[in-house]
Every structure is written in structure tokens, then in C-alpha cells.
């Protein structure tokens, strides 16, 4: 039976052997991605053991299918509907969602076990490590929104307490006395450079004189370095 998802495979450019650079666990995790769910995506993804993009919009995609949404509801992004129902799972659970917690936990370097969907006391360890790690308390074995976008995503759940922010504002000190009284009491920073381009831009860098503002509010400065990229003429050989 040859479908549109295996003749698409066969003429892509994806490895579906393990490439040397591969994880053997990742592509044991995306062959069984692939079983599950490539009839419904319509797509065999790269099984070579590199964890891509691919790779984590299907892991997204497996979560939600088992959550239960349909395959019209799930689309691999883990929007406002994913974040309502993802579930709080315990020690002692046994589902296709503790299977997802297992890979990500892998694949973010927290858990060598199996996959196969029981929280078991080693995946309850592995959730603990990741939780202190990432600074997400309380620090205890409950896999959560916070923990499983955590795993998912790079900005986790963006509803989480939080006392640390970064801009590429100039802050006034009245600002920054605000900021304080929102209960923020880190700051990160820019060392140097600009945002935005054309009419646009404007300066980011931290000053003395605003790093004196945020120091009276109260605030503590984390510096921050990145530069240059936002215009066409910034890439050059010499600035390779």
C-alpha cells in the first residue's frame, strides 16, 4: 500500500536510518511516533535520532491525542485548547500521557527508562530533577501544565509565577520603581545595540545612568549580550 506520506519519504531528503549525529532512544521514539500517527498526519517523519522540529510538533501531537482530541482538533501546537486540558498525572499512572512526559523527559536529558507509559518511581525522580533544575517549584514529583509544556515548549508556561523579566527598554526610574512594586526583582538587560530597523530602531543598550534607576528601585541586573542581525546588511563574510 503506497501512500501520499511514504511516496512524500521516499523523495524528501529525510534520513530514516540512525545518521551518526542520532540518538538510537530518539529514533526508537519517532518510529513509534510514526505507527501511531502518520495516517493521520499524512507524513512519516525523519526517523534518524535527531529530535527537530518535527520530531517535538509530533511529540505536541501525541499529547493531544491523548488528552482526546480528535485528529480535526490536533495540529501539534500547543495552544490555548492543549493548555486547558493538559492533566496533572501522578506516581502510579499509567496512559499514553505519562509515554509523552517519558520522551520528554528523555529528550531534555533527564531520564533513561523506557517508554512505556508508566510513572513509575525512576520517572517520578526524573520529574523532581527537571522541576529544580528549571526552577519550577513546588519541587516534588507532580507532572503538571508547568512540567509538561516545560518539557514540550522553550517558554513553558507562560502563567507561572515569575520575579525575573528581560527587556530591550531603556528603563526610567519611575519604571523601574514600578516594576519593583509588581513584586519583579531581577532584571536582564542589554549590553549594547539596538532593536527593530529602519524608522523603527532604537538603542537598547543599558546605560549607567539606568542602571543606577534599577539598582535605587531595588532591582538586581543580569547583562545580557546579543547583537546586530536585524537588517540584510549586518550578514557579511567577514562578520561570518
Do not use: H, W
Not at 41 to 68: S, W
Not at 128 to 149: G, H, Q, W
Not at 159 to 164: C, E, K, M, V
Not at 215 to 227: C, F, N, R, S, W
Request: aromatic share 10%; with cysteine; glycine share 8%.
Amino acid at each position: 500500500s503506497v501512500t501520499v506520506a511514504f511516496m512524500a519519504a521516499l523523495f524528501d531528503m529525510a534520513a530514516f536510518v540512525l545518521v551518526s549525529s542520532g540518538d538510537a532512544k530518539v529514533r526508537t521514539m519517532q518510529q513509534a511516533l510514526n505507527r501511531k500517527f502518520s495516517g493521520e498526519l499524512q507524513e512519516l517523519m525523519p526517523c534518524d535520532g535527531v529530535y527537530q522540529r518535527a520530531t517535538n510538533t509530533a511529540l505536541i501531537y501525541a499529547l493531544q491525542r491523548a488528552i482526546g482530541m480528535s485528529p480535526a482538533q490536533a495540529n501539534g501546537n500547543y495552544g490555548p485548547g492543549t493548555i486547558a486540558a493538559t492533566p496533572t498525572v501522578n506516581q502510579g499512572a499509567n496512559s499514553d500521557v505519562v509515554q509523552v512526559i517519558q520522551y520528554g523527559l528523555y529528550v531534555n536529558g533527564f531520564y533513561t527508562g523506557a517508554f512505556d507509559g508508566y510513572f513509575s518511581s525512576d520517572v517520578a525522580t526524573a520529574v523532581v530533577a527537571f522541576r529544580k533544575f528549571m526552577n519550577l517549584p513546588p519541587f516534588n514529583s507532580t507532572a503538571d501544565l508547568t512540567v509538561i509544556k516545560g518539557l514540550l515548549t522553550s517558554n513553558g508556561n507562560t502563567n507561572r509565577d515569575s520575579n525575573t523579566f528581560d527587556t530591550a527598554t531603556q528603563l526610567s526610574a519611575a519604571q523601574a520603581k514600578q516594576l519593583k512594586q509588581f513584586d519583579f526583582s531581577i532584571v536582564a538587560r542589554y549590553l549594547t545595540g539596538s532593536v527593530g530597523a529602519g524608522a523603527a530602531e532604537r538603542d537598547k543598550y543599558l546605560t549607567s545612568t539606568e542602571l543606577a534607576n534599577l539598582t535605587e528601585a531595588g532591582l538586581k541586573v543580569v547583562p545580557i549580550y546579543e547583537d546586530g542581525g536585524y537588517e540584510l546588511d549586518y550578514f557579511s563574510l567577514q562578520q561570518g
